[in-house]
């Protein structure tokens, strides 16, 4: 692949010529988008994709979207030769995991019970199995393996090599020896690349420059939050009876991996403890870069890691390999459209995972570029997920130190946190909810309190049994059922939306009708073209051309993106973010409009303030913007207070509500509560792959306002196809011993029929609850939920289920409407 002639013009021009870059170009190329070009500054390859181990596994892939990527990847790199003629490697020497603790096998049987419906088969295997296909493997701390038969391992440079050929045979032009160095843009949109021989005209950018790829986001003014790591490998000599045909084996009690290696052993590490590299940028000219081991850093990691092959301890080191691979703050990848510049794509931070994850994340690409929507759920991986402080020098310092051992399975736990880069975003409260006790969560870098219990209560156990917290979070889901309580909600996106074009860009964003009259609140999906949930908020309109917005955390940075796309050449509309100065308190429970009344003069009854309505008030001394709204299934508000007079607000809450058995309410009541009445949580049990009728929010649009709005001729579709074949539905289990986590099976008569979103414990219906995704031939109806004989499973048993439409606490509304 010689540099070839620098085209003045390209549809599309793809930046690092690694396993990602040279995938998104074939599947692009495979899509009829043949006018792309490839760029690389070296040679293809030489940034991380050279060095990688070239596991193909699914293991760990707990959600569809990674599980998409790994086995997809695993079906093209088997097939591809046949295409191009190079040969990727790939062979299908089987792949297995080892559990040596309880808790460890618990989580792997889990893992494969959810894969066993999506066609994996993640068989468990015994100590003398593996030790049958492992001859020279210590088994005898092993309780048991999880054995994939098809999945193995494929040679790195062959698979990346050959996607580019079969790039180059449909006409994508791959050049070599060729840096990019910016990109031009005019109005908000990509107009060009620039490189050391020229200008590219295009309109699509796309970043897939690894470990490169935030100091090139950087000169377009993109955010790429990753960092580089040290990673380690160990290739041994001559290791006797080592067969190249052994399966690979994962252990994530040692941190280590393991396979054949020509007639040795490679030993890979994921240590606990790692190493960021380079963090002030990586230089231009490093290309196939090897770093200097640590050996003093590594050597207990490595002992502990070669304990497994015992015969290991004979056998010399030919290579002690360090080499850079790229880690996010979620150790999940960065892809999509960059919310501040249009045109400029990002395929990038694949956490060590690019040959495993390459061939289903190009499919991804390619299809997000020509059809606009991807074809898979994007929350999880969507760069616009990601936060502006993720890319601080400070954050990345400290983050990158845990990600290689929460890759290999420090993170599979329910309750587990991240560790380090922590008090990152503060409500104004914090100090306050940490002297009550608050335990701390983290979400997009917002310390937010789970639950209240003198110094945080019980430390949370890594392992899927009732958690200790059990107790603590039925009290408070007591007191906002029984009376009352207040969450603090500020890392909320807020957002103000105002000028004379806002009820327009607003009305054809929204699917219901936003376009209300002033001070109603509008809960709201919006969707993409195919009809996809791309976000789901509530939209308050303030005046005739002034509208507040409230979203989940998570799509923070997706809202003004959006805004700004829809708005026309001719509209005139702003976007204000209120998120840090404005404190969000939610005050909930039947006692709520008593206690809220004790501190204003406003009248707050149900006459003067329905359900669904916003008006101002003063709190004590505080001006205040109250919405009638709840997320719980009960009577209450929320109280938008500006960040100066929180405090006082809240203590006000607090010494008028002792009486009335007021007490502060953390987040894991918060999900028992919602789930109970059935409430949706994008990215958690709803996401673009859902629509609206599907999702069950079918009563959030408005069908026949004028204008129309995003995807409506798609859901149309999905409407007068009739009733869904897929669906996500309220699932309770009827038994108070009983606990669900997400992503246990779901069983009809027997027979795999989805699986759970969502979990929690429901206080007030006896048993755990949850939000599940369910699917039925001839349509997910009412009358097939009560026809079925349903189960879940669970590590250790079946339970019996009872599905339904209707949410299970307060059908009727009454408490809300009260």
């Known amino acids: 692949m010689s540099t070839g002639e620098l085209p003045d013009r390209a549809r599309v021009v793809i930046v690092g010529g690694g396993v990602i870059g040279a995938s998104i170009a074939y599947h692009l190329a495979h899509l009829g988008w043949t006018d792309t070009v490839l760029l690389e500054q070296h040679q293809l390859t030489a940034g991380t994709t050279w060095h990688a181990a070239g596991l193909i596994t699914s293991a760990g ?3 569809e979207t990674a599980l998409f990527f790994s086995r997809y990847s695993r079906d093209l790199y088997a097939r591809l030769e046949a295409e191009t003629g190079h040969s990727t490697g790939f062979r299908a020497v089987g792949h297995i995991s080892l559990a040596t603790t309880p808790e460890r096998q618990t989580a792997l049987r889990r893992e494969a019970a959810w894969m066993h419906g999506f066609g994996v088969e993640d068989v468990e295997i015994s100590p003398r199995e593996l030790a049958g296909l492992w001859p020279l493997a210590k088994t005898s701390d092993v309780l048991s393996g999880f054995y994939v038969a098809d999945e193995g391992r494929a040679d790195p440079v062959g698979v990346a090599t050959s996607l580019a050929k079969g790039a180059r045979q449909l006409g994508v032009r791959v050049i070599e020896g060729v840096a990019a160095t910016g990109v031009l843009k005019k109005n908000g949109r990509v107009t060009a690349v620039t490189t050391e021989r020229g200008d590219i005209e295009t309109e699509i950018v796309v970043n897939s420059c690894g470990m490169w790829a935030r100091q090139f986001g950087a000169l377009a003014g993109v955010s790429v939050p990753l960092q580089a790591a040290e990673h380690y490998y160990l290739l041994t000599d001559t290791v006797a009876g080592m067969d190249a045909d052994l399966p690979v084996i994962e252990d994530p009690g040692c941190y280590g991996y393991y396979r054949p290696e020509g007639d040795g ?3 890979g590490l994921f240590e606990p403890v790692g190493a960021p590299w380079s963090l002030d940028g990586v230089a231009r000219d490093f290309a196939f870069g090897k770093l200097p081991p640590d050996w003093e850093r590594m050597e207990p990691y490595l002992a502990r890691a070669m304990e497994r092959i015992p015969s290991l301890a004979d056998t010399g080191v030919r290579t002690f390999f360090c080499g850079p691979e790229s880690f996010t703050s979620d150790v999940r990848p960065l892809l999509g459209p960059a919310p501040e510049l249009d045109g400029y794509w990002v395929a990038a931070g694949l956490n060590s995972l690019g040959i495993l994850s390459g061939g289903g994340v190009g499919n991804m690409l390619a299809h997000w570029i020509v059809d606009g929507v991807p074809p898979v759920d994007a929350t999880p991986v969507a760069l616009d997920r990601t936060a502006l402080y993720e890319t601080s020098r400070k954050f990345r310092a400290e983050r990158t130190v845990e990600q290689l051992g929460v890759l290999f399975g420090d993170a599979i736990w ?18 306050r909810l940490a002297a009550a006790g ?15 219990a003198p110094n945080g209560g019980p430390a949370p156990a890594m392992n899927y049994e009732r958690p200790a917290s059990f107790e603590i979070v039925r009290a408070e889901h007591a007191a906002i059922r029984e009376a009352v309580g207040v969450i603090d909600m500020s890392l909320m996106a807020k957002f103000v939306v105002a000028g004379p074009g806002a009820a327009a860009v607003l009305g054809r964003l929204s699917a219901n009708d936003v376009a209300r009259e002033v001070g109603r609140i509008v809960y709201t999906p919006w969707l993409n073209r195919a009809g996809g949930i791309v976000a789901d908020l509530t939209v308050t309109r303030l005046a005739q051309d002034r509208f507040m917005i409230v979203a989940s955390d998570i799509i923070h940075r997706r809202v003004e993106p959006l805004i700004r796309r ?9 976007v204000t973010d209120v998120t840090s100065g404005t404190t969000l308190l939610t005050v909930q429970g039947p006692a709520s409009r008593e206690l809220i009344s004790r501190l204003t003069d406003h009248d707050l009854g149900d006459q003067n303030f329905p359900y669904l309505s916003a008006q101002p008030l003063h709190v004590g001394y505080a001006p205040v913007l109250a919405l009638r709204v709840t997320y719980v299934g009960e009577l209450g508000w929320e109280l938008h207070v500006p960040a100066e007079y929180a405090a006082g607000v809240y203590d006000d809450l607090l010494a008028a509500g002792g009486s009335l058995g007021l007490r502060p309410v953390g987040l894991s009541a918060m999900s028992s509560l919602r789930l109970e ?13 859902d629509d609206p009728i599907s999702a069950g929010l079918g009563f959030t649009v408005a069908w026949d306002k004028p204008g129309g709005f995003t995807g409506r001729d798609a859901l149309a579709a999905v409407r007068a196809a009739g009733t869904p074949r897929q669906r996500v539905v309220g ?17 009809h008569d027997g027979t795999w029929t989805g699986y759970v979103r969502a979990a929690a414990y429901g206080y007030s219906v ?5 939000l599940a995704q369910v699917s039925c031939q001839d349509g997910v109806t009412g009358e097939w939920l009560k026809s079925g004989n349903f189960t879940v499973g669970s590590h250790s048993r079946e339970w019996p289920a009872r599905l339904q439409l209707a949410p299970f606490y307060d059908p009727q509304r009454l408490r809300i409407l009260a």
Not at 438 to 452: I, L, N, P, R, T
């Open 61 to 63: 892939m707990t959600d």
């Open 265 to 267: 052993m490679l030993v």
């Open 414 to 431: 329910p309750s587990w946190q991240p560790k380090t880069a922590r008090n990152v975003r503060r409500s104004v409260l914090h100090d």
């Open 438 to 452: 608050a335990h701390f969560g983290v979400s997009a870098g917002w310390e937010f309190a789970e639950w209240f």
């Open 566 to 574: 829809e708005t026309r050449p001719d509209e005139v509309v702003t």
């Open 677 to 689: 009445k059935g409430y949706r949580d994008m990215g958690i049990d709803i996401d673009n792959t």
């Open 731 to 747: 699932l309770v289990v009827e038994d108070a011993s009983a606990d669900l986590f997400g992503n246990e099976p779901v069983f």
């Open 766 to 770: 006896g048993g755990p609850v949850a």
